[in-house]
């Protein structure tokens, strides 16, 4: 590897409380996931009117990006997120609106939350990132691909930075895990340290 | 300097055949997948290319008497098989399994089953059939998964994670995705005709394909010489007007492989017959200088495979370099985009050494892959 890559900045959101680079910045006790990410996007004073037509895990993974790219901005940022879930909370909702021919409503706007990818055109066209984006599914967190996938976007030019992301929901179940890659920082980027963020 | 990267097993299973070479025959003989079928599924007829059950039932019983495969898991399962077994190689962890799709086994949430919907459960009961030891890794990023997996397979051998990687690709026509493109009222009510001028939207198929990628050139088809997965950065349902993101991903590819826009051979492209997509294709080609190029989409045989389709393409984009053929575009008479592409309109037999593949998708998504036959070409 040519150069040291660190983690520069990161975010969690997890049972009700969310925090950037080590420090919480915002804790509720709303249980209901959408109403939990409604709120905190009017604590943090988010104005961005698209995000009230988002699916929740579009919801989710937009403001993990919105809190670690706000002080990180550089278009030449790629995006790599995976879950557990795919798209799953919204496919049940979709599959509900058709499963009853007598109260049959498939709705477009639901339809293209079927896809997990949706959420990283949402924070593509939110922070104007014509850039490398993939999103994957694993049966748990998997930091060993996180780590070769981003040094080999960096190493091979494709982008300056990585953004990755754990964006985990499934009905009122949710992890958010959002860290940035890049060239300068303090926190190496090193499986051992992924995984101590990840974990708290 | 990056180690190089190459495509050697490859199969598909479709309407159009269980092998390579049976789904060449009938693409070169002219003969498309799609049929017209009415159903519950959907309140109108439709049309779509659908593999039968008796034929893939038969071929499976020939590799497992187990009846607790899904109809997509035997499809995967057949597509890899002759891979697997040719290769003879070590299935552990220096081994990687990719799994593309976009819906996988979604047909489970009809009768609630949640554990059997998740794409890491389908990847899991695929891998398990075949021994790999590595934690399966499922590319789900629309309809430019097929590709992409290849992209990220090479990707990961160059970062030094595995030696080679099984790329497996599949999705199925469900009345989930029916019904979805029919409220987008993106359906074609005939078999679909990409680029034509009379061309009313998609036609929804099913297949799966698969591919080894590996370091070891002994046994190669091709080469992966450069590759970019760029976003529109624009809207979440349709194209970029401009075309952005694949010109970006196109450029991207071509940068890496070092080699010239007019070099490519030909372009095996997307074309998924709505009016939106072949014309931010037409833009992006003219943009990028390729418009002369002889292109085709393969959506008029195959229909619209989804998280299968760009690997299924990319089979067939191969083995037209080893055969020097070039087929051509069913489905189309008329150009209908407002920039001329140069569209395939019979069979050909023409040297053909370079070979670029796109997608795109919802979310914006793009990707590019530039391949090259292996061989020696006198240099």
Not at chain 2, 59 to 85: D, N, R
Not at chain 2, 167 to 176: I, N, P, W, Y
Not at chain 2, 286 to 310: C, E, I, M, V, W
């Amino acid at each position: 590897m040519e150069d040291t890559l660190y983690i520069k900045s990161y975010a969690s959101i997890e049972n009700g409380k969310i925090s950037v680079d080590g420090k919480t910045v915002f804790e509720s006790s709303v249980a209901n996931v959408s109403d939990f990410l409604k709120e905190s996007v009017r604590h943090f004073g988010i104005q961005y009117p698209k995000f009230f037509k988002m699916d929740n895990l579009s919801k989710l993974a937009f403001l993990g990006s919105e809190l670690v790219l706000k002080d990180n901005p550089n278009p030449e940022t790629a995006l790599l997120f995976a879950n557990s879930s795919s798209s799953l909370d919204t496919d049940v909702t979709y599959q509900e609106s058709i499963a009853d021919k007598g109260n049959y409503f498939p709705s477009p706007a639901v339809f293209v939350y079927t896809l997990p990818n949706i959420c990283l055109g949402e924070i593509s066209i939110r922070h104007q990132l014509k850039t490398e984006n993939s999103f994957f599914i694993f049966g748990a967190f998997n930091p060993d691909f996180f780590i070769g996938y981003a040094e080999n976007l960096i190493e091979t030019g494709k982008a300056a930075n990585v953004l990755c992301g754990w964006t985990e929901l499934f009905k009122d179940d949710y992890k958010a895990f959002v860290y940035l890659v890049s060239s300068e920082g303090k926190k190496a980027h090193t499986k051992q340290n992924i995984e101590s963020l990840y974990t708290n | 300097m990056k180690k190089d990267v190459y495509i050697s097993g490859m199969n598909c299973i479709t309407p159009l055949g269980f092998s390579v070479e049976e789904n060449f025959d009938n693409l070169i003989g002219g003969i498309s997948g799609i049929k017209r079928h009415e159903n519950e599924m959907v309140p109108n007829a439709y049309f779509s290319a659908i593999v039968e059950d008796a034929r893939l039932n038969a071929e499976f019983a020939k590799k497992s008497s187990s009846g607790s495969y899904t109809k997509l898991e035997k499809m995967m399962i057949l597509a890899l098989c002759p891979i697997v077994e040719k290769s003879k190689s070590d299935l552990g962890t220096r081994t990687a399994f990719l799994l593309s799709t976009t819906k996988g086994n979604i047909t489970a949430l009809e009768s609630g089953n949640i554990q059997k919907a998740q794409l890491h459960d389908l990847a899991q009961t695929v891998a398990d059939f075949f021994g790999f030891k590595s934690e399966p890794i499922v590319v789900s990023n629309a309809c430019v998964s097929g590709i992409l997996a290849i992209s990220v397979a090479k990707r990961l051998i160059q970062s030094g994670l595995y030696d080679q990687a099984f790329v497996v690709a599949g999705d199925l026509v469900s009345e989930f995705v029916l019904s979805g493109f029919n409220s987008f009222q993106a359906m074609s009510d005939a078999p679909c005709k990409p680029y034509s001028k009379n061309r009313t939207g998609v036609t929804l198929g099913e297949a799966a394909a698969a591919v080894l990628v590996t370091s070891d050139a002994s046994h190669a088809n091709a080469r992966i010489l450069g590759d970019g997965s760029m976003n529109d950065a624009n809207h979440i349902s349709g194209p970029s007007r401009t075309g952005e993101g694949l010109v970006l991903s196109v450029e991207s590819a071509l940068k890496e492989a070092n080699l010239p826009a007019n070099k490519i051979d030909y372009i095996s492209a997307h074309g998924t017959a709505t009016p939106f997509n072949d014309e931010m294709e037409a833009i992006a080609f003219n943009r990028l200088g390729l418009q002369d190029k002889p292109l085709h989409s393969l959506k008029g045989f195959y229909g619209h495979t989804l998280g299968a389709s760009g690997l299924l393409e990319t089979v067939i984009g191969i083995e037209a370099l080893k055969q020097n053929k070039l087929i051509a575009s069913a489905g189309f008479d008329e150009i209908g985009v407002s920039q001329n592409v140069n569209v395939i309109r019979e069979n050909e037999d023409r040297f053909l050494r370079y070979f670029l593949k796109t997608a795109s998708g919802f979310g914006g998504c793009n990707t590019a892959v530039v391949f090259e036959k292996e061989g020696s070409f006198g240099e």
